[in-house]
């Protein structure tokens, strides 16, 4: 008997011809089972293209992770053999906090070469398939080390034919319990308001012979669930736990845990935990009860689930609270978010934790009763309610009847516990689309889906300064690009960057293939066109074109006309109705260069070349008057001859990026991602997805798109990476700028480890390097100097506004409230400020 849970990520793995499609038709619905032949078809047209394994991969992960995040068991029919396939598999659990299982199919190597032979569309050798069998052998000891909950592995034909599949709810799955309930909150060692509350609630409360309360029942059936916090600071803890856990023996009662809880747990197991917070009061109080006792409580917390859903999904219970996407789920970030809820890292003027109000942004159907923050009054935010009313500091007790919605309440006895922070009632919920300065003042510290990040007060202030000055309206700001970082520096003489140092430090970071684009010399503009050019979901008008920093790009007619270039091209390629969508996010780059940085080159660029351009000749002129004299200066004519050539090829550098415009005439875009649309970021698409609907853009209007050249390349072949080195060499010495080098999974793509890669890493040409570091940095001791820079920080940098767009196309393609999207784009804008060498 094999035994899963209903919501599960179940990896199949075994050697080619061990029966895992069989096993798969035979024990799971067609819908349940992602197969990679299956996907190689759909994106190769032949299922057994190995070379279409990645591009595979990539849409199986994705389909795998829509099923998990509707709730759906996903079976992933593959060979699953190598450490790195089954970490994307683990990672896409995890992304969906889903257990992943991993079923082996071990059968006798001569079965599976026979079954092998038998099938037409396999063409390999027998060694190919001992190899495959030695890695599943290898495989048996790494499964749970690599993250797998739940390994089966089945040996030998009959042990497989004769499995049977058993589905197990997860603990916290009640839907079944309908009700009535009677939600109760925070209690924190009030029994005397607790057994008053229940005996208002009707329920009944049943005594041992010393008259101390041990269970309670309802005459109609009801049933006690408690949020938590049973104990500390209130007078009576073990009265409490004791009535709470003889209701939950008797059935009277279901219980999760709190955060006090949690840690006297850990103090009863002999941890080092500090007594504050009421630990201390609750400890003495547990001294004087029978060791038996304090057992049965350890024993009582260790056995309390996260929380519960009930009602059909109608109903969830947690200590402080649970957003949408955790409701039914079993993870570690699931059950801390239950215990402690979302902090912001900070502390207030009390030294409490700031906590960060997800109620607020909480958009689910299911009902979300909580306790843990106390409140003088419930409210209902966005469906979702706190029953803690402070009981233990002089407030109330309070429960809520479900499905009524009516709360029930005692007085305390009297104040139990001073509190730290005085009770106050909550401010009102605000409108969605309102900005609050508070959300972006001052040190922040912002989590979000792909990690953490602490904005200093000084780069929130000098982003405040841009974006209250400059930018675009905040309704349309939605995304802004990351910093992009160089490759690690070259060893090849001459060459400050080139392709093989950006290929070995993707190959470092576990990738295995690699897109090389074209790096356009011109101007990052970002473009949101909306399908209506009167209108949108984001406000009157029909789009925004706007730069890096979120300034309006050109600030005039123009950005108009541009728009309505996008929007007809959008739609002669057919892509709204394609990707079902109002509006397109498009990442681009505007060309020429001197379309948008024209005072630029005259001021930084132009100056130089023109000093260097008028004094050099002179020079050289006297230098070959003082030859023609005999004055030993053949040496200093020497350098300057070599100074005015390097002059000459800078002036030549940047004069390529300069052309004539007027309005639009002259300009055109290269759009090479398509980042979102309505409901959807499609940052999990790879970028042959993205560059293909560009390709399709640039069919639309020739004249006005520019299309964004490549090769793609497998890091693992020795050729590949030669003809793209070639081609580097050829589009560099024709005056372009170089290359984008990013992996070919996209934007979101992770590296086997689960840790977020570089979206790009840029490999510029020789001459463009002449216009950043200067008309003679080639010279050996400049190069040299140069060779020392160090990229630790603009990598890290760049990561960290990297995961601050993810979160952005997240938030924008959840519809998530105006605040809460302007908070991640605002982040990445006080990035910028931070002091790194800008010519890196």
């Known amino acids: 008997m094999i035994d899963i849970p209903e919501l599960a990520l179940v990896a199949l793995v075994g050697v080619s011809g061990s029966g895992k499609s069989t096993f798969a038709r035979r024990h799971f619905a067609p819908s349940q089972v992602l197969s990679s032949d299956a996907f190689r078809a759909l994106v190769a047209d032949d299922e057994n293209d190995q070379s279409a394994s990645t591009d595979a991969f990539n849409a199986l992960h994705h389909v795998a992770g829509l099923r998990l995040r509707r709730g759906r068991l996903t079976v992933v029919d593959a060979t699953n053999l190598q450490p790195h396939a ?18 082996a199919l071990d059968v006798p190597e001569a079965i599976a070469w026979e079954r092998t032979q038998a099938r037409a569309d396999r063409a390999f050798g027998r060694p190919v398939l001992s190899r495959m069998q030695r890695d599943l052998r290898r495989s048996y000891g790494l499964l749970a080390r690599e993250g797998f909950r739940r390994v089966h592995v089945l040996r030998g034909v009959e042990e497989i034919d004769a499995a049977e599949i058993r589905y197990e709810k997860l603990f916290n799955d009640r839907r079944e319990l309908t009700g009535p309930f009677d939600i109760v909150g925070d209690i924190h060692g009030c029994r005397e308001e607790l057994e008053a509350l229940l005996l208002r609630l009707d329920y009944g409360l049943r005594r041992d012979d010393a008259g101390r309360s041990v269970d309670a029942a309802h005459p109609a059936g009801r049933t006690a669930v408690f949020v938590g916090d049973l104990v500390d600071r209130g007078p009576d803890s073990p009265g409490v736990l004791r009535l709470v856990m003889g209701m939950v023996a008797a059935g009277h009662a279901i219980c999760v845990p709190g955060n006090h809880e949690q840690k006297l747990l850990r103090k009863l197991r002999g941890r080092d935990v500090r007594l504050t917070h009421g630990l201390a009061e609750t400890m003495a109080q547990l001294e004087a009860e029978p060791a038996e ?275 007809a091209a959008v739609t002669a390629a057919e892509l709204w109705a394609e990707l079902d969508t109002d509006w397109l996010l498009l990442d681009c780059e505007l060309l020429p260069w001197s379309a948008k940085a024209d005072g630029l080159i005259r001021e930084q660029y132009a100056s130089v070349g023109a000093a260097g351009r008028a004094v050099l000749p002179a020079v050289l002129a006297t230098l070959d008057a003082a030859v023609g004299r005999g004055l030993p200066v ?28 007027d309005g639009l005439r002259g300009v055109t875009l290269a759009p090479f991602a398509v980042l979102a649309s309505a409901g959807a970021s499609h940052a999990d698409r790879d970028h042959g997805w993205h560059l293909d609907l560009a390709d399709r853009l640039c069919a639309a209007d020739p004249e006005f798109f520019t299309a964004t050249r490549r090769r793609v390349v497998d890091l693992a072949d020795v050729t590949a990476k030669t003809d793209a080195t070639d081609w580097w060499l050829a589009l560099t010495a024709d005056g372009g700028e170089g290359m984008v080098v990013k992996p070919y999974g996209g934007p979101a793509a992770r590296s086997p480890r689960g840790s977020l890669l570089q979206p790009g890493i840029k490999c510029r040409g020789r001459e463009y390097l002449r216009i950043i570091y200067g008309p003679g940095y080639t010279e050996s001791e400049q190069l040299a100097a140069l060779r020392r820079r160090s990229l630790g920080r603009k990598r890290g940098l760049a990561l960290r506004e990297h995961a601050l767009g993810l979160a952005a196309l997240d938030a924008l393609a959840a519809d998530a409230p105006l605040w809460r999207r302007h908070q991640l784009v605002f982040a990445i804008l006080a990035c910028e400020s931070e002091p790194v060498d800008p010519r890196l």
């Open 86 to 103: 089954r970490a994307g598999l683990v990672r896409v659990a995890r992304e969906h906090d889903v257990l992943p299982v991993a079923i």
């Open 634 to 661: 053949d040496g200093l004519r020497e350098r300057m001859a070599a100074r005015r050539a390097e002059v000459e090829a800078y002036s030549a550098a940047y004069r390529a990026y300069v052309g004539p415009t």
């Open 293 to 567: 006792f304090v057992a049965e409580v350890a024993a009582f917390i260790d056995g309390l689930v996260s929380h519960f859903v009930f009602d059909g999904g109608r109903l969830v219970v947690a200590h402080a609270g649970l957003k949408e996407e955790y409701h039914g789920r079993a993870s570690g970030r699931v059950r801390s978010f239950a215990l402690y809820g979302e902090t912001t890292g900070e502390t207030d003027e009390y030294g409490l934790p700031v906590r960060y109000p997800w109620a607020r942004d909480y958009r689910g159907s299911a009902m979300v009763v909580y306790g843990h923050t106390p409140t003088p009054v419930p409210e209902w935010v966005n469906n979702t309610i706190c029953v803690d009313t402070g009981c233990v500091f002089g407030g109330k007790l309070t429960a809520l009847r479900y499905p009524e919605k009516e709360l029930v309440s005692v007085d305390a006895v009297r104040e139990w516990y001073a509190p730290a922070r005085p009770l106050v009632a909550p401010a009102p919920a605000r409108p969605d689309t309102v900005l609050d300065l508070r959300d972006v003042a001052g040190r922040r510290h912002i989590e979000h889906a792909y990690g953490t990040l602490t904005v200093p007060a000084e780069n929130a202030a000098a982003a405040l300064e841009v974006m209250s000055r400059f930018a675009v309206d905040p309704h349309w700001l939605t995304w802004l690009p990351p910093t992009m970082a160089p490759c690690s520096t070259s060893t090849v003489e001459g060459f400050l960057e080139h392709p093989a140092q950006a290929f070995a430090d993707f190959r470092s970071a576990g990738v295995d293939r690699v897109v090389c684009e074209e790096k356009h010399m011109g101007s990052r503009a970002v473009v949101l066109v909306c399908r209506d050019p009167d209108g949108g979901p984001f406000g009157p008008g029909g789009g925004v074109v706007h730069t890096r920093t979120g300034r309006p790009f050109f600030g005039h007619p123009s950005d108009g006309e541009l728009l309505d270039r996008v929007r």
